[in-house]
Nanobody, 114 residues
Framework: VQLQASGGGLVQAGGSLRLSCAASGSIFRLNAVGWYRQAPGKQRELVAAITSGGSTNYADSVKGRFAISRDNAKNTVYLQMNSLKPEDTAVYYC?????????WGQGTLVTVSS
């Protein structure tokens, strides 16, 4: 399984970005997918996740600003990020998670300037 994340970049505070992550293979639609992020000097943290059935979960810090969605026909997960803050600056990783296993993408850098 390979995951290709894209959509990162430099944006001013208050702006928006949409991250995409395309997966190869047939396991995408059967499993939960999510986005994590890691800021410099900090631990990796869960940003948002969506189950195969469409249930979503968000970190408190992004609730009301970010939205995760998935398109199983395209094997793609999205993260719409609005009202971005400088503290959202991080490398964002997509992941497919199963029972006792996971596959990670290479990460895409999001930089939010103040």
């Amino acid at each position: 399984v390979q995951l290709q994340a894209s959509g990162g970049g430099l944006v001013q505070a208050g702006g928006s970005l949409r991250l995409s992550c395309a997966a190869s293979g047939s396991i995408f639609r059967l499993n939960a997918v999510g986005w994590y992020r890691q800021a410099p000097g900090k631990q990796r943290e869960l940003v948002a996740a969506i189950t195969s059935g469409g249930s979503t979960n968000y970190a408190d810090s992004v609730k009301g600003r970010f939205a995760i969605s998935r398109d199983n026909a395209k094997n793609t997960v999205y993260l719409q990020m609005n009202s971005l803050k400088p503290e959202d600056t991080a490398v964002y990783y997509c992941v497919i998670q199963g029972l006792g296993w996971d596959y990670w993408g290479q990460g895409t850098l999001v930089t939010v300037s103040s």
